[in-house]
């Protein structure tokens, strides 16, 4: 295990040196995001596809804050329905930012956006098929995760909690069971509303976090950013620290040893 300073993220054979990934929808300015992505301090930043078209010219702000930025762009297929659709803005995208990176999304409820686990296994296996590094957005299933690392996928996406939600890791029983189980970069993407939710991803051995909601929607999101990325960082380093483990009955922290016993006179 690498000591916590020399700790890189590793991504299809490329490194980066945070494992904090940031979404940039949602800010109320182009100045607000670019704030809060210099302070989270971020090597990736993620952006929805349908939102703008950079070839048409639209929002020349934001595209020259992307730019400027120095981050590598995650595009991703939000708001896919089915697989073709999704295959269908991977590949747009790769033409659009000439990159094969690429964050798969197909989504199969409107309630709680949960991911269509079988239109994303498809869509997953025809994107790697065609040379694009894919980054899937899962639910913490087992068996999903492992389709996914069978057909080619190096590294998940699995939510903590639905999408905009805030409501942290809410199964903790299943994404420990996906981070003793598989040997990919894991994610953890959607649901985190605060910074200690965060480190108690990493605390669990996860590789990073994605998120957007927490931070854009934040009243001063810059500073929400900074948290975020130091709770990251804390909560890595207390993996590689090791945690103490839980006991059912108090543990004097004081020795005892070589004491002395005080007693009443007899």
Known sequence: MNAPHDDTLSLYGETFSSRFLLGTALYSSPAVMEASIQAAGCDMVTLGLRRQNPAAGDGDAFWQI?????????????????????????????????????????????????????GLLEACRTLIDDGFKVLPYCTDDLVLCQRLREAGCQALMPWGAPIGTGRGLMNRYALETLRQRLDVPLIIDAGLGAPSQAAEAMEMGFDGVLLNTAVAKAHRPPLMAEAFAEAITAGRKAYHAGLMQQRQTASPSTPTLGQPFWHSGG
């Open 66 to 118: 992307l730019r400027d930025s120095g981050c590598r762009l995650l595009p991703n297929t939000a708001g896919c329905r089915s697989a073709r659709e999704a295959i269908t803005l991977a590949q747009m995208s790769r033409e659009m930012f000439d990159t094969p990176w690429i964050k798969v999304e197909v989504i199969g409820d409107d309630y709680n956006l949960q991911p269509d686990p079988f």
